[in-house]
């Protein structure tokens, strides 16, 4: 991984814009994932728009495309759509099928969700990442290194967290890109990426 590519909005030549539910996004529009694996990003709205995101990929691609996705966006799909073949990583509840777990960072729910994709013999090459896209390099870079393979969809406005999100981090461009330097080189050394 480039230390500072894409660090504040993923860009990549091959993205198209497309519109779902009279939303923008940006994908690979031919790919035809077998399953959508979300991260979340801080606690309050950005993790709601993840959720919608999830909810218009399958709109999109396929209405019975199984979701793997960390709590914060687990909790806000349910709210709003129920619970349909949505699988929830990084919680401590046990909901629907969820998967009770304490790793909460992205590589311990890329992990996870790697193993729930092995476990429903789901094909780990073809993935659809759900993120926000400051995010998104690094879960396409943490799960390559993890044996996953996947496109981005990804909202085309990039916006930030509430500004009383517990997670600070998630709150502007400047933040994120402070911690996102030190958790890129972490990852570097630990050799995550």
């Not at 950005?46 to 966006?73: H, S, T, W």
């Amino acid at each position: 991984m480039g230390l500072w590519k894409n660090m504040l909005d993923y860009s990549h030549s091959s993205l198209a814009e497309i519109v779902v539910s009279d939303k923008k996004y940006r994908t690979v529009s031919a790919e035809k994932p077998s399953v959508i694996v979300g991260a979340s990003f801080g606690t309050t709205s950005c993790n709601m728009r993840l959720a919608e995101a999830v909810y218009d990929a399958r709109i999109y691609f396929n209405p019975e495309l199984p979701a793997i996705v960390q709590k914060g966006i687990f909790d806000n799909y349910i709210n709003m759509h129920g619970i349909h073949k949505t699988i929830s990583v990084g919680t401590d509840t046990d909901r629907d099928i969820s998967k009770v777990v304490s790793e909460v960072n992205t590589r311990g729910v890329l992990s996870l969700a790697r193993d729930v994709i092995d476990a429903n013999y789901l094909d780990r090459g073809k993935l659809l990442y759900v993120a926000h896209p400051a995010h998104m390099q690094r879960v396409i870079e943490v799960g390559k290194k993890l044996g996953l393979n996947g496109v981005p969809f990804l909202e085309s406005d990039v916006q930030w967290s509430d500004r009383d999100d517990r997670e600070r981090w998630t709150i502007s461009p400047a933040r994120w890109a402070l911690r996102e330097i030190f958790a890129r080189v972490h990852h570097r050394i630990k050799g995550y990426t």
